[in-house]
């Protein structure tokens, strides 16, 4: 508790600090990237606090590059492995506090929106090549932006589903992917080969399915309603029947019958590296393993039969946003947008965060070498609309994807209406139960 009023006692003091700022007309620092902040940026620092435990050692190459390059001082700090939240917290309550730290998801700009400087008309903003991945408040401000992303969807061996006599480039909706599947099941001891590999249920894997699967009900439900946040109290079945149809395709037209599925253990990651079926849920995260096995791998959209899913792209978000401390000095402000444009467009430093973060969505960033995320650029410079992560709002998330777990598990026992109802509650009256317990 004591931690919390020390933090809005540093909201108050650090609030007056800028609206001081904004009478002076300094409030935006020199953020717009013009000439005017030329001389704040030769005297200011930059102090990166890393949200990422696995890029350190980059965070740490390119703040001293920048350094031995600029004259520049960057002091990079990189918060353990799920310790970011109280090492913000922390930190944000010194004198010599991060300029550039993360907002990542609705809670964040809630809880740290008052902190970060607006982007819009900045520098950073410009370099953009999307939209997509940015953050809001209410009123508006541009409070952060994403500086990677990753994607999911249903990985497909090309190689293999050519070998059944069939083009991947056909499967352009649910009809066409259902089509494709239950003609490989139908010939599997034919072909050595099955369609889709185990959605196996135990906690090691039972995310995609009701985790990451689950978005499609979430996001078409967006479309109808307005964008989820946490003020999202309840959700409606409307778009359940679209995912009982993939779903049901991927347990019944699988290498693994439905009833094993509870239990798990079938490493659905090798039964597709070794060829054993040619569909598989999963991200970007996997590229690496699952091409260096398959070669011939591409991710397509969640095709579930919703009207116009031939534009579908694929499911893409990120909880990685830079922001911009709003009661940094002027002269720190333009030195950390000075910093952040660099690490976006200049090619060794883009090169370097792509080679870790897979992509950068900035238009003069290097390009990235992962395939599903490549895929998912395709899907949308080809006019497909991206899946945004609104799963990401699951109230009291592991006890609601808990209760999916249950549900489903029963389903996959005995695929009766009954049983199917229950998933039904699970998903829709389970959401309203958790989100009450979670705001109570």
Sequence with gaps: MSTNLSRRAFLGTTGLMAASLAACGGGNGGGEGGDEGGDAAATGSVYWLNFKPELDETVQSLATKYTETTGVPVKAVTAASGTYQQTLLSEMDKTDAPTLFIIGNAAGVKEWGDYAMDLKGTAIESELSTDAYNLYDESGKLVSMGYCYECYGIVANADLIAKAG????????????????????????ELGFDAFVAADMDDSSSWRVTGHLANLVYYYEEQDQGKFDSTTSSISDKYLPNYKNIYDLMINNSCTEPTALATGGHDPANQFSTG?????????????????????????????????????????????????????????????????????????????????????????????????????????????????????????????????????????????????????????????????????
Aim: charged share 15%; hydrophobic share 45%.
């Design 166 to 189: 069939h083009d991947i480039a056909d499967i352009k909706d649910f009809e066409s992917l259902k089509a494709v599947a239950e003609d490989i099941h139908a010939r599997a001891a």
């Design 276 to 440: 054993q079926a040619c569909f598989f849920l999963t991200g970007s995260w996997d590229y690496t393993g699952l091409s260096a096995a398959q070669p011939s791998v591409k991710m397509l959209p969640y095709y579930c039969g919703v009207a116009g899913e031939e534009k579908a792209g694929l499911n893409c978000g990120t909880e990685n946003c830079w922001a911009i401390n709003a009661n940094a000095s002027d002269a720190d402000k333009q030195a950390t947008m000075d910093f952040m444009v660099w690490l976006v467009s200049d090619p060794e430093a883009s090169g370097a965060l792509v080679e870790q973060l897979g992509i950068l969505p900035y238009k003069n960033a290097a390009p990235s070498t992962n395939g599903f995320l490549n895929d998912a650029a395709a899907y949308t410079d080809n006019g497909c609309y991206v899946m945004d992560w609104a799963t990401n709002y699951q109230p009291n998330v592991d006890q609601y994807r808990a209760a999916l777990v249950s549900a489903l598990n029963a389903y996959n026992a005995d695929q009766s209406d009954a049983n199917w109802a229950a998933v039904k509650t699970a998903f829709v009256d389970g959401w309203a139960t958790q989100w009450a317990a979670a705001n109570a």
